[in-house]
């Protein structure tokens, strides 16, 4: 469920159209310990009013400040704020810590017009990844143009964005001498698990934790239970015609756990049809390799077969469900963060 902290250009939209003055606060930059990642954001009105957050309490007093003085001046502005390590744990920079906060007026001056933020918004209600891309005081004038784009330019920022969008990470590339910040506004993570067995248990847990939007495919209804997965959205359907009305994307990790090819077969080959970031198979190396023969006597091409992650989960030596959910949720990971460490990638 989305929380305020995820709601903030909605949110700013909302209190623009409602009459109110409107600034938004953008982390841009972090340096050292800091308790919100670049891209956090707060929106501030006229009246001081606040949702959101950018540094978790300890800077914000300072940065409303600044705020309304944008809405009186209509000028963006870039702080930075640092915190000694004698003062960092009394505020929350556990060791010490910079940050960099973008403030800008919405509609007026020069911060971002409202149908820009409009676009924005429906871009994210679409489910459209969208970098929100901002020249930071580009030229001796002090000129802040701004962008909406998507995964298509073939530009080099076009190419920083799409990286930015990839890796799901927010912030500065340098194009020719100028510095341009990129928002990233990515759709949820999801997580679909192929088998309502033990290890599933943990893991749609720790998914859901890590901001996953976690789907249990199994047709045997009682290892796909309410009963097992409690607050877990639960498809009781063979897994090809599961995944099939599931919209795999890019923002999509596929895991089968069955160990049953009639059920992780279908679902491995509909999800090497679709733009998953990540694909991972339970069984041994004895099993993957029955499984490659398999998908090769089906006419997958080598390309696609590598995109298994099989053994799945990350080498730590796992026993339990538990260890072992923790594996695979760490391979996720990275595969999502380090672009690098994709496949092919």
């Not at 495919?217 to 290892?223: M, S, T, W």
Request: charged content about 20%; some cysteine.
């Amino acid at each position: 469920m989305a929380t305020e902290h995820d709601r903030i250009p909605e949110i700013a939209l909302d209190w623009a159209k409602g009459g109110r003055d409107v600034a938004l606060a953008t982390v841009v930059e972090t340096w050292g310990s800091a308790p919100r990642p670049v891209g956090s954001q707060l929106v501030i009105d006229g009246d001081a009013r606040m949702m959101g957050s950018v540094s978790g309490g300890c800077v914000e007093g300072a940065v409303v400040a600044e705020a309304l003085d944008a809405l009186e001046d209509g000028q963006p502005r870039v702080l930075t704020y640092g915190v000694s390590d004698d003062d960092a744990f009394a505020v929350g920079l556990a060791c010490g810590g910079t940050i960099r906060i973008l403030v800008e007026p919405v509609a007026r001056g020069q911060g971002p017009d409202l149908p820009l933020l409009e676009a924005l918004v429906s871009a994210r209600e679409m489910g459209r990844p969208t970098a929100y891309v901002v020249g930071v005081g580009l030229e001796e004038a002090q000129h802040w143009p701004r962008l909406l784009m998507d995964h298509a330019a073939g530009t080099p920022l076009g190419d920083a964005v799409r990286t930015a969008l990839t890796s799901d990470k927010a912030g500065f590339t340098e194009i020719d001498g100028e510095s341009w910040f990129i928002g990233v506004h990515n759709p949820a993570l999801k997580l679909v698990i192929v088998g309502g067995v033990h290890i599933a248990q943990p893991l749609s847990v720790m998914a859901t934790e890590a901001g996953y939007a976690v789907t249990i495919v199994d047709p045997r209804e009682a290892f796909a239970s309410p009963e097992r997965f409690p607050g877990q959205t639960i498809v009781n359907d063979w897994p090809d015609a599961a995944l099939e009305g599931l919209d795999l994307d890019s923002r999509t990790a596929v895991v089968t756990l069955t160990h049953d090819p009639k059920l992780d077969d279908p679902a491995i080959r509909t999800a090497l049809a679709a733009d998953v970031f990540y694909l991972g198979c339970l069984g041994s190396t004895r099993t993957h390799g029955k499984r490659v023969s398999r998908l090769e006597e089906a006419g997958f091409s080598p390309g696609q077969i590598a995109r298994i992650h099989g053994p799945i989960g990350a080498d730590i030596g796992a026993k339990s469900p538990a260890e072992i959910a923790v594996s695979i949720l760490a391979q996720i990971t990275e595969r999502l963060r380090r672009i690098e460490s994709r496949p092919g990638g």
